[in-house]
């Protein structure tokens, strides 16, 4: 079920009445609100909906409280924000802080982190498919090895096997994957190929849904590791965006902890969002 799906009111859970400090929230604004949660169910969109509306009236109950002012601002497309969204955005920017990540902290991420600011390893590969199904399976197998047992005395003729037997499209340049990086091939292909040593072809039948493969690695590249000062700004970014969401999810939390809330409790997600 996506967000954009039309869910019938009937679907949804019973009636029942949920406030924040003596303010009921519609059963109807809950409703449409919950065509918005892509859940698993009409009973969870219903929930997520309720606690996302919750937040938002503790959030404007709190601004309205100490007396915030909405300024709407209008983004390049002319859309104007409104003014509830306008009191939540100036609440959120007095409460939490804007503190710039200072270099020690980006410098211990990035050290503790060091595999994630490398660039991934580049494979040159090629490849054939026997193609099996169950009932063809035990004759595929036999081919395969066969072409194995040549190919063991006559690498070179592995482009002109390719050409003649393989049932990838890849045979039309003799088995050529080009160049592979993690995450494009399936993964048994990708466990027998990152374990080959370049030059290296394979010693039996690799079996996978599409058949029988036949790989060669025929070059490794290795990534590199980005230098700090290159990935500063990106971790500076998401340590910021880290720190804000933890401090929005505490501010909500402490005014839940305050508040009247009935026909609902908030879980953790929901204080964060």
Do not use: W
Request: include cysteine.
């Amino acid at each position: 079920m996506n967000a954009c799906s039309i869910r019938s009111p009937d679907a949804f859970p019973a009636r029942k009445e949920i406030s924040v400090n003596g303010v009921v929230l519609p059963y109807a604004a809950v409703a449409a609100e919950a065509q918005n949660h892509a859940a698993a169910s009409p009973a969870e969109a219903f929930a997520e909906a309720a606690q996302a509306l919750v937040v938002r009236e503790l959030l404007l109950q709190e601004a309205k409280r100490r007396g915030l002012t909405p300024e709407p601002v209008q983004d390049s497309a002319a859309r104007r924000e409104t003014d509830e969204d306008a009191l939540i955005r100036a609440l959120v920017a007095a409460e939490v802080p804007q503190d710039e990540p200072d270099e020690e902290s980006c410098r211990r991420y990035f050290d503790n982190n060091r595999r994630r600011f490398r660039s991934a390893d580049i494979y040159e590969a090629a490849h054939i498919l026997i193609a099996a199904t169950p009932e063809t399976e035990a004759a595929a197998l036999r081919a395969t090895r066969e072409i194995i047992a040549r190919l063991k005395d006559d690498p070179s003729g592995f482009a002109d096997a390719a050409r003649a037997c393989s049932a990838c499209p890849s045979r039309e340049s003799g088995g050529n994957l080009g160049q592979i990086t993690r995450g494009q091939m399936i993964e048994e292909f990708e466990s027998a190929l990152f374990a080959m040593a370049p030059g290296e072809m394979s010693r039996e039948p690799l079996r996978s849904r599409h058949g029988f493969h036949i790989i060669r690695l025929d070059r490794r590249i290795e990534g590199r590791e980005q230098p700090f000062e290159a990935a500063r700004a990106r971790i500076a970014s998401f340590l910021s965006e880290t720190r804000e969401r933890q401090a929005i999810a505490g501010f909500i939390a402490h005014l839940a902890r305050q508040a009247d809330i009935r026909g609902i409790s908030l879980s953790a997600s929901s204080r964060g969002a």
